[in-house]
Structures are given as structure tokens and as C-alpha cells.
């Protein structure tokens, strides 16, 4: 797990934000699991990586009708979501069909340990930031 800390850690520093791909249903909003500590824990993080500037991607199967309704139940949490299925600025890559993130949230691949991940890298960029001012 320390390397992809690192690596995610050195991507963050780098370029002074990550692009976080979130999954929708069962890992930010119910729909058939009964998962609500990784929801909760899963919403909690994606509102504090916000706070150090991080863009936000709902990258979901959900029907492009549903887009609205998501980024209202996002904006309700407390999420600003600043794209759905696509980048959210302009990249050299990542714009056929698949979208380009740093780190991905998902139920169905591996959400705790990605939710690990990103909390311990948030810790870690937290200090660089204030070690950083110093």
C-alpha cells in the first residue's frame, strides 16, 4: 500500500491537484448494498480531499437522464462534483471513452483500500502543505 501512497502523494505535489473518480451507486448513494459506513466514510473523504483542491469525477453507468439528480444529491451532501464521465479540464489523454483519475472510488474495486489510501495521503499532503509555508 506505501507505494501507492507515494506515487499518488508525488502525482498530488506535482501537479498541486488529483482527479478523484467517484462510482455512484453503493459507493456515494445506497442502491443495493447495505454499506453505509463506506458510504459515509466514502462522502467524509471526498469532502475533506476537496478542501485541498481536488476535482471531483462521478464516473458512473448511471444514463446521462440521472446526471442531474446526481449532481444534486452531491451538491446536498456537501460535494462539489466537477464533472460526470468526463475529464474535468482538459488533458492529452483520458478523452476516448475512458476518464483519466489519480485515484478511483469504487464499491466494486477495492473501496476500502482505496478510501485507506487517500486518507493516508491527504495526512501526508497536509503536512508537505505546512512544511511547505514554513
Known amino acids: 500500500m506505501k507505494k501507492y501512497i507515494k506515487r499518488l502523494l ?17 459507493t456515494i448513494s445506497h442502491y443495493r448494498l447495505n454499506n453505509n459506513k463506506d458510504v459515509f466514510k466514502t462522502i467524509t473523504l471526498l469532502k475533506l480531499a476537496k ?7 462521478i464516473f458512473t453507468a448511471c444514463h446521462e437522464d440521472k ?6 444529491y452531491c451538491k ?3 460535494i462539489k462534483v466537477d ?6 479540464i482538459e488533458l ?8 483519466y ?11 476500502r483500500e482505496s478510501l485507506r489510501i487517500l ?3 491527504i495526512k501526508k499532503y497536509k503536512k508537505h502543505i505546512k512544511n511547505d509555508s514554513k
Open 10 to 26: 508525488e502525482e498530488w505535489i506535482t501537479h498541486k491537484k488529483i482527479i478523484i473518480s467517484v462510482d455512484y451507486d453503493d
Open 51 to 57: 478542501k485541498f483542491g481536488c476535482y471531483i469525477v
Open 67 to 72: 446526471f442531474q439528480s446526481i449532481m444534486d
Open 76 to 78: 446536498a451532501l456537501g
Open 83 to 88: 464533472s460526470i464521465n468526463k475529464n474535468p
Open 92 to 99: 492529452p489523454y483520458g478523452n476516448n471513452g475512458k476518464i
Open 101 to 111: 483519475y489519480n485515484i478511483n472510488l469504487c464499491d466494486r474495486s477495492g473501496l
Open 119 to 121: 486518507k493516508k495521503t
